[in-house]
């Protein structure tokens, strides 16, 4: 089967820094993205991770590690516009498979 | 990645009836698209994988003759949802693969 795994829910104060993880057993890994999803809208795209290590794009960065099949997305300095639903999502064969998701609350 | 269209973006239909949903690759000549639905506060389920000039690929689950999808062009997929019922509302995506995963608008289904 296919197992991707984020938090349901977090909550952070606007300028502060926030961690979402995500933690995948999948039959085959060919990547794996983080999007941003708000309420009726499609996905967004944030970032794509295929190798170990940190990608870093402004105030948002993504790590994976592989051999652990887990990921993270950190948020720095957060505004309220970033409350939204985060989604992380493994690439297996062709076919993009999505985790839980997040949603996150940013406060002021 | 590719220009995506999907229409209509909301739609309320019956229940019993059958309703058609339209994905479009405008700028990239697809084989290749994926649908998706999302039910509210949940996250994207893959449905299926429609595949030009051939039969879709449904995941395990999902039941193939009431949600037939169609892909006879290389830029059009759709998906029609039969026999419509209230637990069929939900929001349905598409998403065409080129360079990474482009995404339509979404269509939100009422089933009433």
């Known amino acids: 089967g296919q197992n991707i795994d984020q938090p349901t829910e977090m909550t952070a104060t606007e300028g502060a820094i926030v961690q979402i993880n995500c933690t995948y057993q999948?039959?085959?890994?060919?990547?794996l993205f983080w999007y941003q999803q708000h309420a009726g809208e499609a996905p967004t795209f944030l970032s794509y991770?295929?190798?170990?290590g940190l990608e870093e794009k402004g105030r948002f960065s993504s790590f994976l590690s592989r051999s652990k099949g887990y990921s993270y997305l950190l948020l720095k300095e957060l505004q309220m516009k970033d409350s939204a639903s985060y989604l992380c999502?493994?690439?297996?064969?062709?076919?993009?498979?999505f985790g839980t998701g997040t949603r996150l609350q940013v406060f002021p | 990645g590719a220009v995506v269209s999907q229409h209509p973006s909301w739609v309320i239909c019956k229940s019993g009836t059958s309703v058609k949903i339209e994905c479009r690759s405008l700028?990239?000549?697809?084989?290749?698209m994926f649908w998706y639905r999302q039910f509210p506060k949940q996250s994207l389920m893959l449905m299926a994988t429609?595949?030009?000039?051939?039969?879709?690929?449904?995941e395990q689950g999902v039941e193939k003759d009431k949600f037939l999808i169609n892909h006879a062009s290389l830029t059009l997929s759709t998906l029609t949802v039969t026999s419509a019922h209230p637990e069929d509302s939900s929001f349905y995506i598409c998403?065409?693969?080129?360079?990474?995963?482009?995404f339509g608008s979404g269509t939100r289904l009422t089933v009433v």
């Open positions: 998403s065409v693969s080129n360079y990474g995963y482009t």
């Open positions: 999948t039959s085959g890994f060919n990547g």
């Open positions: 991770n295929v190798l170990d």
């Open positions: 999502a493994v690439i297996n064969t062709d076919k993009l498979i």
């Open positions: 700028d990239f000549q697809a084989t290749t």
């Open positions: 429609s595949n030009e000039g051939s039969k879709a690929t449904y």
